[in-house]
């Protein structure tokens, strides 16, 4: 009987144990929590009444480049015709990348911000794919972000903004659906770092956010009028200081005035440093402006909207082409680059450098190599095409990783510093080519990618060694990505062009 008993046991056991480990390795999927409360749970009557709001919030005023947008997250019949009025600056037939929805946590405390990495977001319109692969390399980034479940199980900010994208884009998206903490102004602003690289024409953000809570009806639109000034000037001090106003000015019954502080500012954060981005507010309502609201007790709402200006686009934002170091930043970005050199190599320190002291286009973001000869020999180099950080940092990283992470080297020692000659390439975005007739040697670089596999040459390569170009993409090919000679032949072959200037040039260490 004992016997009979184990192999029960056993069994069960096993059978557990396979069932635990399956559920694991399947998605699960984030249902509905307050379909039927904040919207119709019934996929033709929510079809019905978005239909109405679409047609009667404010209409599109042809902003292009949107980035970013502000709306609510309240009951459909109290903020739903603010909240279409921001949806309707978005171009619906744009395939974005990514859709960042930023929402706040109004159930859980907790520092940081929680992402939904294990399934996908549904709606009674459907399923919203959620891209878990980039969420869980954000995950990673950095410990502020964490893959916690709860944050998100009955959380409605960010889950009420999903039916407004299902009705309108045209294309195919997938969401990285971020639910913020009670965070410190800290917090966000490392959150913001993470997200930052994402904040392009590519993507799109939705910021999740009521405003004023529970003042009378006058009240409210005094504070929110002054709240959403705050968030025009596009500025976080003036953001900050202006909530802590709000809090000080006595208003009978004002709980908050702005629930989704956390995701404003981090949006901010993103967007403060630059003077491309424009700040307009479409549409502002409040509770008691619907048939359903109190006048005596409300809640306000804002249709905020960030975009590039019209005379700029994403290229020319991004466009190195237009980009110029003059002779004083390039003795500056050698010498960064010789004082990290010696100071990595003989003590292990990346040497501080006093931002204020350095000019605009140092603070640049963008990519650069950093290339290290000894005796006129290669000694290292490595670099990187995009950076979201600034310039000068890109370059200490570079020195770093070229004197000590080359593979095709030995670490540089303290005793070689010195006989090191330093060159530096700033470099311009990559363009994918039809035909290598576009390359010009000796002005563009290459990149040559085919699978996994990938190598460069910068364009000073093509004009040092007399290749042809043929030569350079075969060279390139074989030994840099790996593919064999002809391996270009059938690769994706990208070209880019360098700044380029060195220690030898400028005469100086």
């Known amino acids: 009987m004992k016997t009979y008993n184990l192999k029960i046991f056993l069994l069960l056991s096993i059978i557990f144990l396979s069932i635990d480990c399956k559920s694991q390795n399947n998605k699960i999927d984030r249902p509905p929590a307050v379909a039927g409360q904040f919207y119709p749970s019934d996929p033709t009557e929510l079809k019905n009444e978005l239909g109405k709001y679409f047609t009667n919030a404010v209409q599109s005023k042809n902003i292009k480049n949107v980035l970013a947008i502000i709306c609510p997250h309240a009951g459909y019949v109290f903020s739903g015709e603010v909240a279409t009025s921001s949806f309707n600056q978005i171009d619906h037939d744009k395939e974005y990348e990514n859709i960042f929805i930023l929402g706040i946590s109004h159930r859980v405390g907790f520092e940081g911000a929680s992402i939904y990495t294990f399934g996908d977001y549904i709606t009674p319109l459907g399923k919203a794919e959620v891209n878990t692969v980039l969420a ?110 709000n809090e000080n000015r006595g208003i009978p019954n004002l709980a908050t005035s702005i629930c989704g502080e956390v995701a404003v500012l981090t949006l901010l954060y993103m967007t403060e440093d630059n003077p491309d981005i424009t700040v307009d507010l479409i549409q502002y309502k409040n509770s008691g402006d619907s048939q359903y609201g109190d006048k005596n007790q409300v809640v306000g709402y804002n249709s905020i909207v960030f975009y ?87 370059i200490q990283n570079m020195t770093v990783a070229s004197s000590t992470q080359d593979y095709r080297f030995s670490p540089v020692e303290p005793k070689e510093v010195d006989k090191l000659e330093i060159e530096i390439s700033v470099l311009t975005p990559m363009q994918k080519i039809k035909s290598i007739d576009e390359i010009e040697l000796g002005k563009h670089g290459i990149y040559i990618k085919k699978g996994m596999n990938g190598g460069t040459f910068l364009p000073q390569v093509a004009t040092e060694t007399g290749w042809t170009k043929e030569e350079f993409l075969g060279h390139c090919a074989q030994d840099k990505a790996g593919i064999g000679w002809n391996g270009w032949k059938d690769a994706d072959i990208y070209i880019y062009k360098a700044l380029v200037f060195g220690e030898k040039e400028q005469g100086k260490k």
Do not use: W
């Open 308 to 394: 590039l200006k019209e005379s700029k686009d994403e290229s020319k934002i991004k466009s190195k082409n237009d980009f110029s170091l003059d002779e004083n930043d390039k003795i500056e970005l050698l010498k960064i680059a010789r004082n990290t050199v010696k100071e990595y190599v003989g003590n292990r320190q990346v040497p501080f450098v006093d931002e204020k002291n350095l000019s605009g286009n140092m603070k640049t973001k963008c990519g650069a190599f950093v290339t290290l000869k000894e005796n006129g020999e290669l000694r290292g180099c490595i670099g990187m095409f995009d950076a979201a950080d600034p310039l000068y940092k890109v």
């Open 136 to 245: 869980e390399e954000l995950i990673k980034k950095s410990k502020v972000f964490s893959p916690r479940t709860d944050a998100h199980k009955y959380e409605h900010s960010v889950e009420v903004q999903i039916p407004f994208l299902q009705y309108k884009l045209k294309k195919k998206f997938k969401i990285i659906p971020i639910v913020l903490g009670a965070n410190s102004p800290t917090t966000s602003k490392e959150i913001a770092e993470v997200l930052k690289p994402y904040f392009n024409s590519k993507n799109l953000f939705v910021i999740s956010t009521d405003f004023s809570h529970y003042p009378k009806y006058n009240d409210a639109v005094e504070i929110d009028n002054l709240t959403a000034k705050s968030i025009l000037s596009n500025s976080s001090e003036k953001f900050l200081k202006t909530i802590a106003e």
